[in-house]
């Protein structure tokens, strides 16, 4: 699990625009479900549902279930990126200041 969430902040690096600049707006998106709290596209909101589509498709490469997730979201905040899972009861979290 802790090299899923290392692979999921290093992604995409060189091109991440969250390091660019810093927002003010909290952007939060359910890994597992796609809910996401912002409505408009942008940059960011791509670059999220670029690791979404990772975290799912990793999921399924190591034979996992969704359903092992009780929690699974990624943050965007003032040029913090941060990534919440639970899984089967534990709780695994990284974050990163760009």
Known sequence: MNGILYDIMDMRGWKNPIGMFRTINKYVLDLLSGKFNWEEEDSITELLEEK???????IKKLKGK???????????SF????????????????????
């Open 79 to 98: 040029g913090k990126e941060k990534v919440e899972i639970i899984y089967k009861g534990k709780k695994f979290e990284n974050a990163r200041v760009w």
């Open 52 to 58: 979404r589509n990772w975290f799912l498709e990793r």
């Open 66 to 76: 969704k359903s092992d997730f009780e929690k699974a979201v990624i943050s965007v």
